[in-house]
């Protein structure tokens, strides 16, 4: 990714002068501030221009003209160098042929699937404000649920807000879909605008596309552009790929030409996708040897040929090539297994497609074998009683991914695996020592009236299950079949100990948050932690003016900017409590209290 450019950080300086966007100040014991560099500095005073009018308190900020970020900086990950102009807008369409009669033409003012969070999720928030919060959005964030949310916001029918045009709110959104891993809703996004309406941005976004949905073949409507990989252009191999799998062996073979020197592969899988269409002169052989990093156009290219990228590779890749991984169509079920476990821990993929992938695991091997974790997962919902189907769920929370002890990530995929059946286990004293794991499995898969039957069993139950269980059931049911009060929460703050602090200041923010907890009450436990819930910042004033406009879209994009982190441990109860108080505002309360469970889950 290339660094923000000298335009890209005016506009950043010009949001923070309007106060738009400022971390905010946490104390050394802490975790740090999570939202990207320079914002978190001290704002500049405002530049106001002769005779006009100071904001009314509350407003919705508006930023100070200025260009836009480049487009490199849309789409981390994307090893392609860009030719043209950095900033580039609207204002230089493209001119591709006209190939659809006026009434075949779709709609270009609200492109999106998803109408759930309404036309109006982004009010009249300026466009290139939202645009420079996408594009610093940095993947993964600590929360699944808040990429879900976050998710539907960014694919329902939204128009294009003020200072953005149609195309490139179409990008933007496709492309933080893209870092989210979530390449199948970015496609379905891109492949909503007509091709003679595209702008220079998305044109770009959907060669993304196409490479993280491993679909070369999406590549061919597309116009040619000045974009180069590796020092070559990539348009004289996409048309080349493009010719061979429309038949056109000799355009094909004419135009794909040899790789230039020091090329260690994107050249080589390209001709191996014009072989694999029928054209080619030569055997290609794809060594990746000499390959240090993996690109968007090696993934693309390497899983539509079915061609098996090393883990060293993978694993150094930045989190959303495993959601894009785990939907690559040429992969058997088995290979897609571990990518599909990381994806659903972001949010990409769900615990139902979870578990429909261990049973094409099972069905591709054609019999059933007990020990492997697609038999154990069988045994967890079809097991002959509780006892039986208890002792497989054992056997797929205790082991992750390889023999190796499995990691926070891995023991809460094994969470979401098992959720349904988690379900189906009657309520009894006898299971204390699975309290925590079978409601962090309903509640990692939103089944929150089933975690609440367990909540009369686990109100007068003690000890540090029946704790982290409590604080479960009183955040995320809708309507905790427990007692919650300021003694219970003391308590439970009490037996946590300097080891649990930070799980119970987590605890009373989203409690407060919520309305579940006194306000005083709140504000006195979590002094007495440490960690003051109170205070103004910028980030809490950006809140509050998305609250105050309803702009649930916006609400949901600062969630995510809040959350840039990979594990929960870095979010500080501060900041918790303005999120889920600023969702529960604009009408998101069931999200809150999932984001808020979630955190009750998996911080230790």
């Not at 001119?95 to 009434?103: Q, T």
């Not at 770009?204 to 949905?213: I, M, Y």
Request: charged share 20%; aromatic share 4%.
């Amino acid at each position: 990714m290339k660094p923000p450019s000298k335009a890209g950080l005016t506009l950043v300086a010009a949001l923070l002068a309007g106060g738009a966007l400022i971390a905010p100040a946490i104390g050394q014991q802490s975790p740090e501030s999570l939202l990207p560099p320079g914002f978190n500095s001290s704002p500049p005073a405002p530049a106001t221009q002769p005779g006009a009018a100071a904001p009314a308190p509350g407003a919705p900020a508006t930023a100070t003209p200025t260009p836009l970020l480049p487009d490199a900086a849309s789409a981390p990950g994307l090893e392609l160098s860009l030719d043209g102009p950095e900033n580039v807008t609207e204002a230089e369409p493209l001119p591709p042929p006209e190939e659809l009669p006026p009434a075949a033409r779709r709609a270009f003012d609200r492109v999106g699937l998803d109408s759930g969070y309404g036309a109006q999720a982004f009010g009249e928030v300026d466009g290139r404000y939202l645009a420079t919060l996408m594009r610093l959005v940095q993947t993964p964030i600590a929360s699944r649920w808040a990429e879900i949310m976050l998710r539907r916001m960014l694919i329902a029918p939204t128009p294009a807000p003020a200072g953005e045009g149609q195309a490139d709110w179409v990008a933007d959104r496709a492309a933080l879909l893209l870092r989210l891993g979530e390449a199948d809703a970015a496609r379905s996004l891109v492949q909503s605008v007509d091709v003679e309406n595209f702008s220079p941005r998305l044109r770009r976004v959907a060669v993304q596309t196409a490479l993280a949905t491993s679909d070369p073949a999406g590549l061919c409507p597309l116009p040619d552009g000045a974009e180069t990989i590796g020092g070559q252009p990539i348009w004289p191999m996409v048309r080349a790929m493009c010719a061979s799998l429309s038949g056109d062996i000799a355009t094909a073979n004419a135009s794909i030409g040899r790789a230039p020197p020091g090329d260690p592969i994107d050249h080589a899988l390209a001709e191996r996708i014009v072989t694999a269409g029928g054209g080619g002169r030569r055997s290609v052989t794809v060594d990746w040897t000499a390959v240090d990093a993996l690109t968007d156009w090696r993934f693309g290219l390497a899983t539509a040929l079915n061609v098996v990228i090393p883990q060293a590779l993978l694993e150094a890749a930045p989190a959303w090539f495993q959601g894009w991984l785990a939907r690559a169509p040429m992969l058997a079920a088995a290979d897609r297994i571990a990518p599909a476990r990381a994806a659903a821990v972001l949010g990409s993929v769900s615990s139902s497609e979870l578990v429909d992938l261990y049973s094409r695991v099972m069905d591709e091997a054609g019999d059933v074998d007990t020990e492997s974790p697609a038999g154990r997962l069988r045994a967890a919902y079809r097991g002959d009683d509780d006892a039986a189907r208890l002792g497989a769920m054992h056997a797929l929370w205790d082991k992750g991914v390889g023999d190796a002890e499995p990691s926070e990530r891995e023991r809460y995929a094994s969470l979401l695996v098992t959720a349904r059946a988690a379900a189906g286990i009657a309520p009894s004293a006898d299971r204390e020592e699975d309290y925590v794991r079978l409601l962090g499995s309903m509640f990692s898969a939103g089944l929150d009236l089933q975690a609440n039957r367990w909540a009369e069993l686990i109100g007068g139950a003690s000890g540090d299950a029946a704790d982290r269980s409590w604080a479960m059931i009183a955040v995320g049911a809708p309507r905790p079949g427990l007692t919650i009060d300021a003694k219970r929460v003391r308590a439970i703050a009490k037996a946590a100990g300097d080891d649990g602090r930070h799980h119970a200041a987590m605890l009373v923010a989203a409690l407060a948050a919520l309305g579940r907890l006194p306000s005083a009450d709140a504000a006195k436990i979590a002094q007495d932690l440490g960690t003051p819930l109170g205070g103004q910042s910028g980030y809490g004033r950006a809140l509050d003016r998305a609250v105050t406009a309803n702009q649930p879209g916006t609400v949901a994009m600062l969630v995510a900017t809040g959350l840039q982190t990979p594990t929960w441990s870095g979010v500080a109860p501060a900041d918790f409590f303005r999120m889920i108080g600023a969702l529960r505002a604009v009408g998101l309360e069931g999200e809150a209290r999932m984001i808020a469970a979630e955190a009750m889950t998996r911080l230790s």
